[in-house]
């Protein structure tokens, strides 16, 4: 029962109190001890001088036993010595074998000491003396006599062989000694029995006996007895013990049986179960932790188990949600992948709730663990199988499907959505039925009604309709799928596209039909020989070159139709080609034809092996060329043909430079004298020197003509594509007739739409075009008469026309288609009144064509001619930047230029160095003159030039070489060169950028160009 009265409390009586009595008793029995230690002490000393004798004695027995060796000696020797009463126990030892040799106690001859611990009936006579045996054997040396303590007669003796154990009792007068103490001590201790006693009784009832209660009842609930409290046992401290111990044992129960629940689950479950504390350090972990991860309690104890359990591959997101999860002191759960004790990965399900006390701190954590590593292996096994299986179906080249036992699609993979054309969704819907081929599909389902109803095998070939126009082949397998109990629960089935195996089968029969028919065709007779080369089988047109029917060779050699000299001289190279079997091609030999003449053949063949590799013979086919050997003096006049066309083009190169060459000093001349530099000049003399120059310009004109048509056609004229605007071109253009126009008293109309728009073209050229169309309108239009241009721009149909028209004669209807060709021109007669070379309009179509367009003509005879160009147009914002308006050219002449650049000239003409250099020193430069490439080089290195005009063709080294050359030395490979040659023909501006030339001017030069170049490269170095 539980005290909980405190009426009693305050009625007990104090426990001291209680004790007086035992305290003065104890007292009594301390005097009583007291005389008996004096009493005792006074008898041992009359002992002392027994004791000696006894030690006396048993030196006596050792030096016996230190002579004598023998077991049976010592045996008799003992007997003899154990009379006497002193000796109480005697053994002798065998150091080697640790075994009794001799002893006065029968029963122990050759036992180990060992046994005598052992022994139970042994160990109650020995006592204590196995202990010294022992203690005293551990440090004896040889022939040392020792005792256990001064107040033992029991000694040790050690030799080389034995140890000697000798126990002796005492003396009589030790006896009589005792025998008094004995009495003194029986009187004393039945006083102090009857004392303490007393004091016992007072002491059991007073204090003994509650304890003892106490005591039962502890020991009772230790045994499971739960219902047992502490009774009622006296009325002070005791009681009041007692009382707080039965408030504290019923605390107790209830605390127990819950913990006996968790300790009970805990002990008996599987899972892993830690209790940290709220600092998540470990206070307890069960058997199951051990078992999972090889940690014992106390390898975890105080230690996170985080440091302990987690591992390179735990993952950082899962260790952020546990830490997540304790800092808001809510229960979570996990699966986190932690490591054992030996390294080994393990998988773990946690719970963790944390334990909180009365003020909802938290004092504890508790985690439950779940072992999940099999789990999460089958799981990953079934995934990693599942993609391996979804990877290898996904990927696989044919199609396949999985259907239930009706017959209804569960799966398709990719490629079988692909092959039919039906999508997953399709295909569970019973929909990729009606993907198949009409005309196939009655088959089809009779197939797969014997499939699921025979439960056997599916196969068969039949067609998807994808789109209307588009038929796939593909032969389809199906196997059924049984369960454990083998019972069908579906099918899995492939799908093989076999459309180009189907395509490939129709192109085998059509190569088959086609390869009869091109044989049959074909101007080549088809044939094949046997291993001894006779024909077994020839094919029909050989009746058409030789004139015999195929019946008529097959059985024949090849060599049975040629003349005898013919078929030994191929029969010897046959024979070495057979022997080795080597494949031969485009062997010529001479056949006799069936009506006796000879047909030149070329014969090619591979031979034919059977399955052992052994030749069985060829075959081939023999080609007449006879034909090609009469045509050989044709190849070698179209040769010839060849070298003529070479020839012209370099007679045009060397006419080019030789016309360019005079004319660049004439125009430059003209060109300095018109314009005063050399000094004043008369009006007619001035009309002298323009009509020079006219003459000059029209024979430059007919040159490039030339020349840019010969480029054309042999398709060497590249094109400088870049963004201009088209208002420009056609100003510039009709800036350039404007004065022949004026002449003639022509009026000039001009009409642009669009006016900024830009167009990709050649500037050059579209200009050439231009000036060329309107030169031919102002020329074949009277006096008085008009002239235009206009543009149109269509940004619908992306493109331009450029249209030139004019007033003119016109052309005729049947002129119309020779308008364009080159040379020709329309009046041809002696008596035109109209020049030309008739290669303007030829060189407007070619340049025309190369930007892509077109030009068309609309005239009338008499009445005047329109000329359309249409080009395609690309939007674009950029806007073409004239260079001519880049940078400033001032006059070099001018008094306040005091920078003179310093131009090296190399040229070997006199007339072309008189124009240029008079012209360019007029103009304020310095001039240095080299009339051969090394001569140029020596001078460039040695003054280092501001800018360098270089002719292309000059004696000892030419211009190209001299570029080279130049371009070696560090000091010259930035100075500006440019390239002034009579080289016009096609690739020679890139020859001369090519290798270092800064810019390119073809002869002849116009003088204010140089001027202008020189500035611009000047200016850009």
């Known amino acids: 029962?539980?005290?909980?009265?405190?009426?009693?409390?305050?009625?007990?009586?104090?426990?001291?109190?209680k004790l007086i009595t035992p305290i003065i008793s104890l007292g009594f029995i301390a005097v009583i001890a007291f005389t008996l230690i004096i009493t005792h002490t006074l008898l041992n000393k009359l002992t002392i001088q027994q004791v000696e004798n006894s030690k006396q004695i048993t030196r006596a027995v050792y030096q016996i036993f230190d002579k004598i060796s023998d077991p049976i000696e010592l045996k008799i020797i003992i007997e003899a010595i154990a009379q006497y009463r002193e000796i109480t126990l005697i053994l002798a030892v065998d150091k080697e074998s640790n075994k009794i040799i001799a002893t006065n106690q029968e029963v122990w001859l050759g036992k180990t000491i060992t046994f005598l611990k052992s022994?139970?009936?042994?160990?109650?006579?020995?006592?204590?003396?196995?202990?010294?045996?022992?203690?005293?054997?551990?440090?004896?040396?040889?022939?040392?006599?020792?005792?256990?303590?001064?107040?033992?007669?029991?000694?040790?003796?050690?030799?080389?062989?034995?140890?000697?154990?000798?126990?002796?009792?005492?003396?009589?007068?030790?006896?009589?000694?005792?025998?008094?103490?004995?009495?003194?001590?029986?009187?004393?201790?039945?006083?102090?029995?009857?004392?303490?006693?007393?004091?016992?009784?007072?002491?059991?009832?007073?204090?003994?006996?509650?304890?003892?209660?106490?005591?039962?009842?502890?020991?009772?609930?230790?045994?499971?007895?739960?219902?047992?409290?502490?009774?009622?046992?006296?009325?002070?401290?005791?009681?009041?013990?007692?009382?707080?111990?039965?408030?504290?044992?019923?605390?107790?129960?209830?605390?127990?049986?819950?913990?006996?629940?968790?300790?009970?689950?805990?002990?008996?479950?599987?899972?892993?179960?830690?209790?940290?504390?709220?600092?998540?350090?470990?206070?307890?972990?069960?058997?199951?932790?051990?078992?999972?991860?090889?940690?014992?309690?106390?390898e975890v104890l105080n230690k996170k188990p985080g440091a302990i359990l987690q591992g390179p591959a735990t993952d950082p997101r899962t260790i952020k949600m546990i830490h997540q999860g304790l800092q808001s002191g809510r229960g979570f759960q996990v699966e986190i992948l932690n490591y054992k004790k030996d390294g080994t990965e393990f998988w773990l399900a946690m719970e963790i709730q944390p334990i909180c006390d009365e003020t909802r701190y938290i004092t504890q954590y508790i985690a439950i663990e779940r072992d999940i590593t099999k789990q999460k292996q089958a799981e990953l096994a079934l995934l990693e199988s599942?993609?391996?299986?979804?990877?290898?179906?996904?990927?696989?080249?044919?199609?396949?499907?999985?259907?239930?036992?009706?017959?209804?699609?569960?799966?398709?993979?990719?490629?079988?959505?692909?092959?039919?054309?039906?999508?997953?969704?399709?295909?569970?819907?019973?929909?990729?039925?009606?993907?198949?081929?009409?005309?196939?599909?009655?088959?089809?389902?009779?197939?797969?009604?014997?499939?699921?109803?025979?439960?056997?095998?599916?196969?068969?070939?039949?067609?998807?309709?994808?789109?209307?126009?588009?038929?796939?082949?593909?032969?389809?397998?199906?196997?059924?799928?049984?369960?454990?109990?083998?019972?069908?629960?579906?099918?899995?089935?492939?799908?093989?596209?076999?459309?180009?195996?189907k395509q490939v089968e129709v192109v085998l029969r059509q190569a088959e039909e086609r390869f009869r028919t091109l044989v049959e065709a074909s101007s080549d007779w088809v044939w094949e020989i046997d291993a001894q080369g006779i024909y077994t089988y020839v094919s029909p047109k050989v009746t058409h070159i030789l004139g015999y029917m195929p019946d008529e060779i097959i059985g024949k050699t090849p060599f049975d139709l040629m003349l005898p000299a013919e078929a030994v001289r191929v029969k010897s190279i046959f024979t070495d080609i057979s022997n080795n079997c080597k494949p031969f091609e485009y062997l010529e030999n001479n056949v006799i034809h069936k009506n006796g003449h000879i047909i030149i053949c070329e014969s090619s063949g591979i031979p034919v092996f059977d399955i052992d590799n052994r030749l069985t013979g060829y075959r081939g086919i023999d080609r007449d060329i006879t034909l090609r050997h009469k045509t050989y003096e044709l190849s070698l006049a179209n040769a010839e043909l060849a070298r003529t066309s070479r020839l012209k083009d370099e007679f045009l190169a060397n006419m080019s430079h030789e016309l360019r060459t005079p004319l660049n000093a004439i125009l430059a001349l003209s060109e300095g004298l018109q314009e005063q530099v050399y000094g004043p000049l008369n009006d007619k003399q001035l009309k002298f020197l323009h009509s020079i120059e006219t003459s000059g310009r029209h024979l430059l004109?007919?040159?490039?003509?030339?020349?840019?048509?010969?480029?054309?056609?042999?398709?060497?004229?590249?094109?400088?594509?870049?963004?201009?605007?088209?208002?420009?071109?056609?100003?510039?253009?009709?800036?350039?007739?404007?004065?022949?126009?004026?002449?003639?008293?022509?009026?000039?109309?001009?009409?642009?739409?669009?006016?900024?728009?830009?167009?990709?073209?050649?500037?050059?050229?579209?200009?050439?075009?231009?000036?060329?169309?309107?030169?031919?309108?102002?020329?074949?239009?009277?006096?008085?008469?008009?002239?235009?241009?206009?543009?149109?721009?269509?940004?619908?149909?992306?493109?331009?026309?450029?249209?030139?028209?004019?007033?003119?004669?016109?052309?005729?209807?049947?002129?119309?288609?020779?308008?364009?060709?080159?040379?020709?021109?329309?009046?041809?007669?002696?008596?035109?009144?109209?020049?030309?070379?008739?290669?303007?309009?030829?060189?407007?179509?070619?340049?025309?064509?190369?930007?892509?367009?077109?030009?068309?003509?609309?005239?009338?005879?008499?009445?005047?001619?329109?000329?359309?160009?249409?080009?395609?147009?690309l939007e674009s914002t950029e806007n073409k930047i004239d260079d001519k308006n880049k940078y400033y050219l001032s006059n070099h002449s001018d008094g306040n230029?005091?920078?003179?650049?310093?131009?090296?000239?190399?040229?070997?003409?006199?007339?072309?160095?008189?124009?240029?250099?008079?012209?360019?020193?007029?103009?304020?430069?310095?001039l240095m003159l080299a009339r051969n490439g090394l001569e140029a080089v020596e001078q460039a290195c040695r003054t280092i030039p501001d800018i360098i005009l270089m002719d292309i063709q000059m004696p000892v080294m030419n211009g190209l070489d001299a570029i080279k050359q130049i371009r070696t030395y560090s000091d010259l490979i930035n100075i500006p060169i440019i390239a002034l040659t009579a080289l016009a023909m096609p690739g020679d501006s890139e020859r001369c950028l090519s290798i270092g030339a800064t810019q390119y001017i073809s002869k002849p030069v116009d003088l204010k160009e140089l001027i202008h170049t020189i500035e611009i490269v000047r200016l850009k170095n």
Request: net charge neutral.
């Open 119 to 298: 022994n139970h009936s042994a160990k109650s006579l020995l006592k204590d003396w196995i202990t010294h045996f022992e203690q005293l054997s551990a440090f004896c040396e040889n022939n040392v006599v020792s005792t256990i303590n001064s107040n033992s007669n029991d000694t040790l003796y050690c030799s080389p062989k034995n140890s000697i154990f000798i126990s002796t009792d005492a003396s009589i007068i030790r006896q009589f000694i005792y025998t008094v103490e004995k009495l003194i001590l029986i009187w004393g201790f039945i006083l102090v029995t009857v004392v303490v006693y007393l004091v016992y009784l007072l002491f059991n009832h007073v204090v003994l006996h509650p304890i003892k209660l106490i005591e039962q009842t502890i020991s009772q609930r230790s045994h499971g007895n739960k219902a047992v409290y502490i009774p009622l046992v006296s009325h002070d401290e005791i009681g009041t013990m007692a009382n707080t111990l039965n408030i504290m044992l019923n605390m107790l129960d209830h605390s127990q049986a819950e913990t006996k629940k968790l300790a009970l689950v805990a002990k008996n479950t599987d899972n892993v179960v830690i209790i940290s504390d709220h600092l998540g350090k470990i206070e307890w972990v069960n058997d199951g932790f051990t078992r999972v991860t090889g940690y014992t309690l106390d």
């Open 701 to 873: 004109t007919l040159i490039n003509d030339i020349l840019n048509l010969s480029k054309i056609e042999a398709g060497k004229l590249e094109l400088d594509i870049e963004t201009v605007i088209l208002k420009e071109i056609c100003q510039a253009s009709l800036e350039f007739v404007k004065h022949m126009a004026y002449k003639k008293r022509i009026k000039i109309y001009s009409y642009f739409n669009h006016l900024n728009e830009s167009i990709q073209a050649d500037e050059r050229c579209l200009k050439q075009v231009l000036v060329n169309l309107l030169s031919n309108a102002v020329k074949f239009t009277e006096e008085g008469g008009e002239i235009g241009l206009k543009t149109e721009l269509n940004k619908i149909t992306k493109v331009v026309k450029i249209t030139v028209w004019d007033t003119g004669i016109g052309i005729a209807e049947a002129n119309k288609s020779i308008l364009f060709k080159p040379f020709v021109q329309i009046d041809s007669s002696l008596a035109r009144r109209h020049g030309g070379t008739g290669l303007g309009l030829a060189l407007v179509r070619r340049l025309t064509e190369k930007h892509n367009g077109t030009i068309s003509v609309e005239s009338t005879l008499g009445e005047g001619s329109q000329f359309i160009i249409s080009l395609p147009w």
């Open 386 to 501: 599942e993609k391996r299986y979804q990877n290898l179906t996904e990927l696989s080249p044919i199609g396949i499907f999985h259907a239930d036992i009706q017959g209804n699609c569960t799966y398709v993979n990719k490629r079988l959505q692909q092959i039919t054309g039906i999508t997953m969704e399709q295909a569970i819907n019973q929909q990729w039925f009606n993907a198949i081929y009409p005309d196939d599909r009655n088959n089809v389902l009779r197939a797969w009604i014997r499939t699921v109803k025979h439960e056997q095998p599916f196969e068969a070939e039949f067609r998807f309709q994808i789109q209307p126009n588009k038929i796939t082949w593909v032969f389809g397998q199906a196997v059924p799928e049984y369960n454990n109990q083998n019972y069908i629960i579906g099918f899995i089935g492939t799908l093989v596209d076999i459309t180009e195996r």
């Open 1 to 17: 029962m539980l005290y909980k009265t405190n009426s009693y409390l305050n009625k007990q009586v104090s426990l001291r109190w």
């Open 897 to 926: 230029d005091h920078y003179h650049p310093l131009i090296l000239l190399a040229e070997d003409n006199q007339e072309n160095i008189n124009a240029i250099s008079s012209y360019l020193q007029l103009k304020g430069y310095r």
